[in-house]
């Protein structure tokens, strides 16, 4: 089964920086749909970065001009580079997966392959 497994949450002060990395196991990213979710205490989960197979890019205006998505086929990994963070940042976040044909399940947020999730605080 597709594995995939998020790194790099932890805690930081308002204003700092995280770098988050999924790898997937047995799995190249680079032919899937990728996105990042988050959720926050008490709320709903919400998407709030995909890369499509074409490349294309989307943010969710919560996180548009602070955070990056990218991947990094050398490493096979899905990244996001979160700057500017601040405390409404704070959740468990998590990347999910999608075969072609199906990527959009990523953009309706229900995509097959998910990783365990990592969190990240912000105070």
């Known amino acids: 089964d597709v594995q995939l497994v998020e790194s790099g949450g932890g805690s930081v002060q308002a204003g700092g920086s995280l770098r988050l990395s999924c790898v997937g196991a047995e799995l190249t990213l680079r032919g899937y749909c990728v996105g990042w979710f988050r959720q926050a205490p008490g709320k709903e989960r919400e998407g709030i970065a995909r890369?499509?197979?074409?490349?294309?890019?989307w943010y969710g205006d919560s996180v548009k001009g602070r955070f990056t998505i990218s991947r990094d086929n050398a490493k096979n990994s899905l990244d996001l580079q979160m700057n500017n963070l601040k405390p409404e940042d704070t959740g468990m976040y998590y990347c999910?997966?999608?075969?072609?044909?199906?990527?959009?399940?990523?953009?309706?947020?229900?995509?097959?392959?998910w990783g365990q999730g990592t969190q990240v605080t912000v105070s």
């Open positions: 999910a997966a999608d075969v072609r044909s199906s990527c959009r399940k990523v953009v309706e947020g229900t995509p097959h392959w």
């Open positions: 890369i499509m197979t074409d490349e294309s890019t």
